[in-house]
């Protein structure tokens, strides 16, 4: 099945580092959402981003719709043991009615 | 407002059986989506159901079905079932369909089949 490619596939960091990751598309996308999902639960909803350019934040986490349209990245700053997790990109291009998924980061924090 | 809740969390079935799977989604959403997740596949778009319409599809075989009542709650059926169908199935629901919406999750239903 089709997926975004997102990057990097997994992340050890220490305490309090700041976390960056991506998300590309081969095709513009018009909607971009962030999702994180722990062990044996579903995604939940951490951003959503509906226009190129737009930075929005939650919390620790900032992602932006990137100009181009293709990519989107997640950022978590001063990362801390509970940010451990899978972080999951999606994305909808006009004219199509799903939205296709990324690969996953997995993020994994030491203390 | 209460998540979306699917049941049962947790099955094991035996190849050749048949399971149904339920998901209600959250209050006032009216579009249910379905999504196939493995290790090696990551997440895979089943279907989508609006208004009790199946208004999308993804590339699976036909033992996956579903359907969507009245109240939006949705179930997914599959058939005659294979080693490779066990996974991780997740509902999403959102206001709008197509996609044109924020999905919401649902905690998934692990399904073993042995």
């Known amino acids: 099945g089709q997926q975004l490619n997102q990057s990097p596939q997994s992340m050890f960091i220490q305490e309090g580092e700041d976390v960056s990751m991506n998300c590309t598309s081969s095709s513009i996308f018009n909607t971009w959402l962030w999702y994180k999902q722990e062990p044996g639960e579903g995604p939940v909803l951490l951003i959503a981003l509906y226009k190129a350019g737009e930075l929005t934040s939650n919390g620790r986490l900032t992602a932006q719709f990137g100009i181009t349209r293709k990519d989107s990245f997640l950022n978590i700053s001063a990362s801390i043991p509970s940010d451990v997790g899978i972080y999951f990109c999606a994305g909808r291009s006009s004219g199509t009615y799903k939205y296709i998924f990324g690969t996953g980061t997995r993020l994994k924090v030491l203390a | 407002k209460a998540g979306v809740t699917q049941t049962p969390r947790y099955l094991i079935k035996t190849r050749g059986q048949q399971v149904t799977l339920s998901c209600s989604p959250i209050?006032?959403?009216?579009?249910v989506s379905w999504y196939q997740q493995t290790p090696g596949q990551g997440l895979q778009f089943l279907f989508e159901y609006f208004s009790e319409t199946q208004r999308n599809k993804g590339n699976f075989p036909g033992r996956f079905s579903g359907r969507q009542f009245s109240n939006s709650r949705s179930e997914m059926n599959v058939s005659t079932l294979e080693l490779g169908d066990s996974a991780l199935y997740l509902c999403a629901s959102s206001l709008s369909p197509g996609g044109t919406d924020t999905q919401y999750f649902g905690p998934g239903t692990r399904l073993t089949v042995l």
């Open positions: 209050s006032g959403h009216r579009s």
